[in-house]
């Protein structure tokens, strides 16, 4: 059984920036970061390779360090909006394109806290 373990998450001032760590103890082939805010939807925000939801686009870096087995979601200019819930996900096989459905991954870690202040 595979573990993901996020990390970085904090509060961080509007305009701000942070790195998400997600540091995995076992093989994983796609990774991808979810958020989800309270009384929102998950929601899809990046993925290896390097897909990016519209709202975060040019602002939010996905990476993999494969000797570390973590991947990092490097969040620059922050705003509120971004406030939630950040979960790292991770699937058991290879898959031909990146999922931006929860369905589409088999494991997931806890959760690390975001939260943007105006």
């Known amino acids: 059984q595979v573990q993901l373990v996020e990390s970085g998450g904090g509060l961080v001032q509007a305009g701000g920036s942070l790195r998400l760590s997600c540091a995995a103890s076992?093989?994983?082939?796609?990774v991808g970061w979810f958020r989800q805010a309270p009384g929102k939807e998950r929601e899809f925000v990046a993925g290896?390779?390097?897909n990016y939801a519209d709202s975060v686009k040019g602002r939010f870096t996905i990476s993999r360090d494969n000797a570390k087995n973590t991947v990092y979601l490097q969040m620059n200019s922050l705003s509120p909006e971004d406030t939630a819930t950040y979960y790292c996900?991770?699937?058991?096989?290879?898959?031909?394109?990146?999922?931006?459905?929860?369905?589409?991954?088999?494991?997931w870690g806890q959760g690390t806290q975001v939260t943007v202040s105006s």
């Open positions: 996900a991770a699937t058991r096989y290879r898959t031909n394109s990146v999922p931006i459905t929860r369905w589409g991954y088999d494991y």
């Open positions: 290896i390779t390097w």
């Open positions: 076992g093989s994983t082939f796609t």
